[in-house]
């Protein structure tokens, strides 16, 4: 496995991944196909969301429920915050279960778009940073707002491609490629990326790893999805470290120019005089 | 003899409803049946019968344990020894009463509003009677008072009081409902085949409603989830029990604090606890 084998480490915190692919765990038709769709994504990071219990059905599971048997690390997220210190509580909430200290903060600023309050998602970061939280903040894919996430002690930083669930892919290829160039923390680009394509492009700009949820959840058959994903992935991750030849405008033969035949009309014409 | 608040079931004579029956007989019956405190009521009996039966039914009560009140007669309340007086509104005035039987006799004001109650209760009074609740014939063109007053009552008088006027075995859990605990019955015990089982059905009536506000006492108010639950949960581990959610991964958030797992079984639950119940679900 290149994609993040042996030669190619992806570490959060210390901690050495054996994939570069999250795999979001809502929205899924059914347990059994998040289930499936998790094996064929090789998945190690998972995330989920802190909700109530629901009091009038007792059958109501809880998503670990499905997932005893595995190896993971869950990634919980702080969505439904709307401020920073929302999001912390629902961060002491989720580590208070007592499956580590990992928190995806996510602090929706606007019910339309879903885009992250940067400001709040920054003191967020903050504050759970010195609570010890191993904090892996989504946020714009702004260069500056990522490094100042980095400098807060973001252990990743996790810029949109485009708003959570659009499927548009990656927006704003450039300012992802200088976020990556600047990180000296694994970038993974989390939200809105559509299909593989995305993937694929989101890896090719360097980015470390993706956070994929509904574009699985929801493609007609999301086991194949999550497999074309993590084929994306292992692609474009090979891709970006195999190093791709510049764009430049005009063509640029693959051939040299030097020895090809003579062409067949010049040489009858020749020939007739 | 029984404390005047321990009673819970007032029963008052009406010959007129057991023709063909001695008084002394049906009282006896209804005395054996559970009634814990005695009214003598004949006001259309000349006095001197009065008395008589008077008499009578203070050597049965005391037999019985039981206090014995006189209607009105306060000259025959002192000269049968009886327990104390029931006095209506037209009657002889409270101080005026209280005054003749001293500090230590019973004396029982009916009253018909709420603020008859409360002047009985500053005037001294020992208990009060509420009603009528339903309209009665004891009382015939009275208006009834409804369980409205008797639920007024309960809330606002600190004195004992007895709900009384047409109630019946059909009728009584309403008025319990609304807050009596103390139940007066004429027609329904006196006028009965068999006074006795009347009252036991009618002490049966008020001790499950006992029981409903003594399981009603030991719970709380406390807010699961953004709802309301009465619950008798002493602890974060009772009330997961209770809500069936034992076993489930879940974190609980005791009015803003984390509760530990292993600490469920050691933080108590107070009344206006907000708890937060928690667990994951999908999410990206």
Known sequence: ?????????????????????????????????????????????????????????????????????????????????????????????????????????????????????????????????????????????????????????????????????????????????????????????????????????????????ILVNTPVAKANDPVAMARAMRLAVEAGRTAYQAGRIPQRKYASASSEAEGIPAPLYAASHEGSQ | MKKLDDCRLYVITGENYHPGRSLLDVMERALIGGADILQLRAKETPKREVLAQAYALRELTQRYGVPFIINDHIDIALAVGADGVHLGQDDLPLAEARRILGPDKIIGISTHHIDQALDAERGGADYIGVGPVYPTGTKPGRKAVTTDYVREAAQRVRLPFVAIGGITLDNVDAVLEAGAVRICAVSAIVGSEDPAEACRTFLHHIRLKQMDHLIAGSTCTVCVNGREERTSARTVLELVEQLNLSGKR??????????????????????????????????G
């Open chain 2, 250 to 283: 879940m974190v609980v958030e005791l009015n803003g604090e984390i509760v530990p797992h292993e600490r469920w079984g050691a933080a108590p639950i107070a009344d206006g606890a907000v708890l937060e119940l928690v667990h994951f679900v999908g999410g």
């Open chain 1, 1 to 209: 496995m290149i994609a993040a084998g042996h030669h190619d480490p992806f570490v959060i915190n210390g901690k050495r991944l054996s994939s570069r692919f999250f795999l979001g765990t809502g929205r899924f038709p059914s347990p059994a196909v998040l289930q499936m769709a998790l094996d064929a994504s090789g998945a190690e990071v998972i995330t989920f969301a802190v909700r109530r219990v629901n009091l009038e059905s007792v059958e109501d599971d809880s998503i670990l429920q499905h997932m005893a048997d595995r190896e993971l690390t869950f990634l919980p997220n702080t969505s439904g915050a709307n401020n920073a210190d929302e999001a912390v509580r629902i961060a002491r909430l989720a580590r208070a279960a007592g499956l580590g200290n990992w928190i995806k903060v996510e602090i929706s600023a606007n019910p339309r778009t879903l885009l992250p309050d940067p400001i709040e998602t920054l003191r967020a970061t903050e504050q759970l940073v010195k609570d010890d939280f191993v904090v892996l903040p989504y946020t714009s894919d702004d260069p500056i707002l990522c490094k100042r996430l980095e400098e807060a002690g973001a252990s990743a930083v996790m810029p949109g491609g485009a708003p959570i669930g659009s499927g548009l892919g990656i927006l704003n290829p450039y300012n992802i490629g200088l976020i990556v160039e600047d990180a000296k923390v694994p970038i993974i680009v989390d939200a809105g990326i559509g299909s593989a394509v995305d993937v694929v492009r989101a890896m090719e700009l360097g980015a470390d790893g």
